[in-house]
Structures are given as C-alpha cells and as structure tokens.
C-alpha cells in the first residue's frame, strides 16, 4: 500500500481565497482523522470520520473550516475564505478497528500558507 | 485538557549515549502511544503501551507507564544520528480520539 496519500504538498495562497485539502487514507482503514500542526499549538485534531461519518468535529476552529468524506477512499478538508493564521500543516491520518492496535498512519502533510 | 506534555521540548544528546524523554498526562486513558516526526513529514508510530501494562520494549526503545502518577517515559538507547527527530505522546480515553503532546525535540550529534 501507498500509505496516506495527501495533495498539494504545498500550498500558497491568498487571503480570501478558497482552499481544499484532500486525502486518500489506506485502503482498508475505517477511521480518517485531520489534523493541524503549528509551532505555536501544535498537534490539533480538527475532526475525525468514522465510515465516512464525521464522529467528532470540536476541534475545528471555525465555520470557515469544513470537510467532507464522500467515500472510504476520499477526503477533503475545506477552508473558505482563507486567513494568514490558517498558516499551518494540515496531516490526514487513518486507522483500522480490526486489529489491536488503534495505531495512525500519517500522510506526509499539506503545508499551507496564506498571505 | 487530556492533552499530554512532554519534557523536556528539546534535548541534545551525542551519538551512543541513551535518550530518555517523559510525557505526562490529566486523566484516565486507554493507551498511551509514542510517535516520531523527521523534520518536514507526517508522524510515525513507534510503540503502544496499554493502561494496564507498566513497561515495553521495541528493539531500542523502553516505554514506561505510570497511571497513579499519570506519566510514561521513551527511553531511546545507543543513539544514532538518525535518531534526530520531534517525539510526540500520544493518549487516548475512547479508542480513536488522540490527544498529541507538543513535543520532545532530540538532536543527536554524530
């Protein structure tokens, strides 16, 4: 398997401006989860899916902030309008309930930045 | 918060000589996990330690767990180089909800 597949890598972008992250967890996985990582708050989780049902969406910080899991092997994560304290790296990450181990897989994240 | 803490947020260390870093936590969990992040990627899993289980080993890593104090230490031995990297604990209290500690920053010099 590829593992947790995410595009852009990179994104530059302006204020105002529309954003959409996407993911393609491991085929398999039953859980997807976005997170953000900043210096300043570090690891946050901004919401997670559970069969491709949002379970827990506290942790995202505005309505400005919304994503969607049409199917097990997509997601996205949608910023609309774009603000510079959006500036972060966003990681998908997925894992399965048929083992043992709740272990995540992370995808090699989306660093973006808003100007 | 759930949240856990690391400690120390950075530790810089020479190749060969062990690494030990602490993360402490508020409330009750199920698992406690340790994860690594190279600089510019996603984290890696590197071991699982139950609530009712007090210490694990993973080729060089040593993970204890002390739930009456709320804390579980990564002991890194005979580092290398390429161990350098942000260690981050992991703590769950429902099976899939992770709360993500800031972070131990170790640099081993060569």
């Known amino acids: 398997d590829a593992g947790v597949i995410q595009s852009p890598r990179h994104e530059v972008t302006e204020m105002g401006q529309e954003v959409t992250l996407r993911c393609k967890p491991i085929?398999?996985?039953?859980?997807l989860f976005w997170y953000r990582q900043t210096m300043m708050r570090g690891l946050e989780l901004l919401i997670y899916?559970?069969?491709?049902?949002?379970?827990?969406d506290s942790g995202m910080p505005e309505d400005r902030f919304s994503a969607k899991m049409p199917n097990a092997s997509f997601s996205t994560l949608k910023i609309q309008p774009s603000e510079p304290r959006d500036s972060a790296v966003y990681f998908c990450?997925?894992?399965?309930?048929?083992?043992?181990?709740?272990?995540?897989?992370f995808g090699p994240g989306t660093r973006l930045t808003v100007l | 918060s759930q949240q856990g803490e690391e400690d120390p947020q950075a530790l810089s260390i020479q190749e060969g000589e062990n690494a030990t870093m602490n993360c402490s936590y508020k409330t009750s969990i199920n698992n406690l996990q340790w994860y690594r992040q190279n600089s510019g990627r996603g984290l890696v899993h590197l071991i699982l330690?139950?609530?009712?289980?007090r210490e694990k080993h993973s080729g060089r890593l040593r993970v204890t767990l002390d739930t009456s104090k709320k804390s579980s230490s990564l002991l890194i031995t005979a580092s290398r180089a390429a161990d350098t990297a942000s260690y981050f604990c992991?703590?769950?209290?429902?099976?899939?909800?992770?709360?993500f500690g800031s972070g131990t920053k170790l640099n081993v010099k060569p």
């Open positions: 990450a997925s894992t399965t309930t048929s083992g043992r181990s709740n272990e995540q897989f």
């Open positions: 330690i139950r609530s009712n289980e």
């Open positions: 085929s398999g996985h039953d859980y």
């Open positions: 899916f559970n069969n491709n049902v949002p379970i827990d």
């Open positions: 992991a703590t769950d209290r429902n099976f899939n909800k992770f709360y």
